[in-house]
């Protein structure tokens, strides 16, 4: 379970973040949404110590992470899996490499054991025999797929997802959720999902919160959505279609 | 003020490679890769610059050398120091600033704006640490070894060019060369070489590191790296040259 608990952010005058209180748990997937500029992407970034914050906690399993000095940060960061919106996969290395990487870093585990975990994450997200290809050869939803296996090799508590359907098809991005949702429930990852796709948020979204202008404006369940009467919400959703 | 605003930011960022190594056997590995990048990569460019620099310092030193007053022998040593003190080191590292340095910013500016960067900082990793010192290291070990290298083909060129055009016989150019030569111009022309090589390396992979945009500002950034990367080599060639051997 990951806590924010009254998180400030801001760059110089200007305030991005303002108390912020939220709560994320284990084996759902946790929506936050919100406009472009809303706050969201600093949010996760804060999270996962790309940013550090004015003021606040941040929570993992009741640790502060903002107290920590840096190894102590490590340890946690060794249970953080992250999927970036542009994959942000290593283009010098290849499929295997670039999932293999945190296993050669953080793990003392032999050549034989890395790839036998390198190709049971391929597997996992449907991709095998793609070993050896370089990321520039892979599609968007390739990528994305490579992206989750890279994420989840060191089996993470936490599972970050920064806009996972942008630039995918509607059949790839359906793909990807169901990706994203069958990790989150069979790990009982900690899953939070940055996005403006709508569908994917009534699909899957167990936890919603609503960002506006840097402030917590609304938390609540997707069926609650439409009676919530938070007039930024609903016009979002408008904006949306749905 | 922006300079010296970058001045110390390339200062700390010069301080954070050092912070949190990783493992010793990682970073190994990636300097011999590093290694082989800027060595084997650059030795097409270096042996052809330097064919050609030893051949014009003959040519131009040996037309200037008509009056008969100085021996036509000298004219081997004249390219020698010429070659050993100066193109060798300068020219070599300054066409290693143009194409190692902007190779290294465009690197790193990519991996930033990809979130390449990012990754590795999620994951616990002092990106610092993992991508460029090892780039710094190779540089120091390998751009001394191509300035060697280049040394010995510019005297090729020079002596080449001399006899092919006429100006002095083989026989000559060898004794020139072995006339009056202080084995300190090789150690001082290695310390120049090294410290630009920490200077086109270090000062590249802080444009690249500190990229922030998109495609348009990666190409910015490697256009900064080879500008102030040349500017630095020439300042501190005058600087090395005046402490050395004043």
């Keep these: 379970m990951i806590e924010l608990k009254n998180i400030n952010k801001s760059f110089g005058e200007k305030s991005v973040l303002e108390n912020i209180n939220a709560t994320f748990y284990p084996g759902k997937c946790n929506f936050v949404i919100g406009a472009s500029g809303s706050g969201k992407s600093v949010m996760m970034k804060c999270m996962v110590g790309l940013l550090e914050v004015d003021s606040g906690e941040i929570l993992y399993n009741k640790t502060n992470f903002v107290k920590l000095d840096y190894e102590q940060k490590k340890e946690i960061r060794k249970e953080i899996g992250m999927l970036f919106q542009g994959t942000a996969l290593f283009d010098s290395l290849s499929v295997e490499d670039n999932i293999a990487f945190p296993l050669r870093i953080f793990t003392k585990m032999k050549q034989e054991e890395i790839i036998e975990r390198v190709n049971f994450c391929l597997q996992r997200v449907n991709l095998p025999n793609v070993n050896k290809l370089f990321p520039s050869s892979l599609s968007g939803g390739m990528k994305k797929r490579v992206g989750i296996a890279r994420a989840i090799a060191l089996n993470p508590k936490y599972l970050f997802c920064d806009e996972p359907n942008s630039g995918l098809d509607p059949i790839t991005s359906r793909l990807i959720d169901d990706l994203i949702k069958e990790l989150t429930a069979e790990y009982n990852i900690t899953t939070i999902i940055n996005t403006h796709d709508m569908k994917s948020l009534f699909e899957m979204g167990d936890n919603i919160i609503f960002i506006y202008k840097g402030k917590k404006s609304w938390e609540g369940q997707k069926g609650d959505i439409k009676t919530s009467g938070n007039e930024q919400l609903l016009s979002f959703m408008k904006a949306s279609e749905f | 003020m922006k300079f010296f605003e970058h001045f110390g930011n390339y200062t700390l960022f010069l301080f954070s490679l050092f912070k949190r190594p990783e493992r010793f056997r990682v970073f190994i590995k990636q300097t011999v890769h590093e290694m082989s990048s800027i060595g084997v990569g650059s030795f097409g460019i270096v042996s052809l610059i330097s064919v050609f620099t030893?051949?014009?310092?003959?040519?131009?030193?040996?037309?200037?050398?008509?009056?008969?007053?100085?021996?036509?022998?000298?004219?081997?040593?004249?390219?020698?120091?010429?070659?050993?003190?100066?193109?060798?080191?300068?020219?070599?590292?300054?066409?290693?600033?143009?194409?190692?340095?902007?190779?290294?910013?465009?690197?790193?500016?990519?991996?930033?704006?990809?979130?390449?960067?990012?990754?590795?900082?999620?994951?616990?990793?002092?990106?610092?640490?993992?991508?460029?010192?090892?780039?710094?290291?190779?540089?120091?070990?390998?751009?001394?070894?191509?300035?060697?290298?280049?040394?010995?083909?510019?005297?090729?060129?020079?002596?080449?060019?001399?006899?092919?055009?006429?100006?002095?016989?083989?026989?000559?150019?060898?004794?020139?060369?072995?006339?009056?030569?202080?084995?300190?111009?090789?150690?001082?022309?290695?310390?120049?070489?090294?410290?630009?090589?920490?200077?086109?390396?270090?000062?590249?992979?802080?444009?690249?590191?500190?990229?922030?945009?998109?495609?348009?500002?990666?190409?910015?950034?490697?256009?900064?790296?080879?500008?102030?990367?040349?500017?630095?080599?020439?300042?501190?060639?005058?600087?090395?040259?005046?402490?050395?051997?004043?």
């Design chain 2, 54 to 246: 030893g051949a014009v310092s003959t040519i131009q030193i040996g037309a200037q050398l008509v009056s008969g007053l100085v021996p036509d022998y000298m004219l081997g040593s004249f390219v020698r120091d010429s070659n050993i003190y100066e193109f060798s080191p300068t020219v070599t590292s300054l066409v290693l600033a143009g194409k190692v340095g902007s190779s290294i910013a465009s690197e790193m500016g990519t991996m930033k704006v990809t979130e390449q960067i990012d990754a590795l900082e999620i994951m616990g990793i002092n990106s610092a640490n993992y991508l460029i010192l090892p780039k710094i290291i190779a540089g120091i070990f390998t751009i001394p070894l191509l300035v060697v290298y280049a040394m010995v083909l510019s005297i090729i060129g020079g002596t080449l060019s001399g006899v092919l055009s006429g100006i002095i016989t083989p026989d000559e150019f060898i004794r020139g060369l072995r006339t009056g030569f202080i084995p300190f111009s090789v150690t001082f022309s290695l310390i120049k070489a090294a410290t630009f090589a920490f200077l086109i390396t270090s000062i590249s992979a802080y444009h690249g590191y500190k990229t922030e945009g998109g495609a348009l500002e990666v190409g910015q950034s490697s256009t900064k790296a080879v500008v102030y990367s040349a500017i630095a080599v020439i300042i501190f060639d005058y600087v090395l040259s005046d402490l050395l051997l004043s």
